[in-house]
């Protein structure tokens, strides 16, 4: 097998998330991480707003979901909002969204 075949493959494989029927509890708990960790960055810890605007379930209510996977996975250019579809795929956003909608979007410490 060609090299570079060989590391798509690999890629492909380390991009995969542990899915069955859904998100396994521990990569749940990796994205809400991401979600607090990295989102939070700029959207604020509590996501009240910062550098990005505010993602609590008042402020995102009337976005429509497929819109925020959009920005999710692809980002916003001329604007700090980066694309994040090489870390996260549109499923486990899909899920994200919908937790934003409810506010539950405390990880396990």
Not at 21 to 44: I, K, P, T
Not at 47 to 67: F, H, R, V, Y
Not at 92 to 106: D, F, I, N, P, Q
Request: proline content about 9%; some cysteine; glycine content about 10%.
């Amino acid at each position: 097998m060609p090299r570079s075949l060989l590391v798509v493959f690999l890629a492909i494989g380390f991009a995969l998330p542990a899915l069955a029927d859904e998100l396994s509890r521990a990569r749940q708990n990796e994205l809400l991480y991401l979600l607090e960790q990295d989102c939070g960055s700029c959207h604020g810890l509590r996501l009240k707003g910062g550098l990005g605007p505010p993602l609590l379930p008042a402020d995102i209510a009337d976005t429509p979901d497929e819109a925020l996977i959009d920005v999710i996975l692809l980002g916003r250019p001329g604007t700090p909002m980066p694309p994040w579809d090489v870390e996260i795929t549109a499923t486990e956003v899909a899920w994200l969204v919908g937790r934003l909608r409810t506010g539950k979007v405390a990880y396990d410490r």
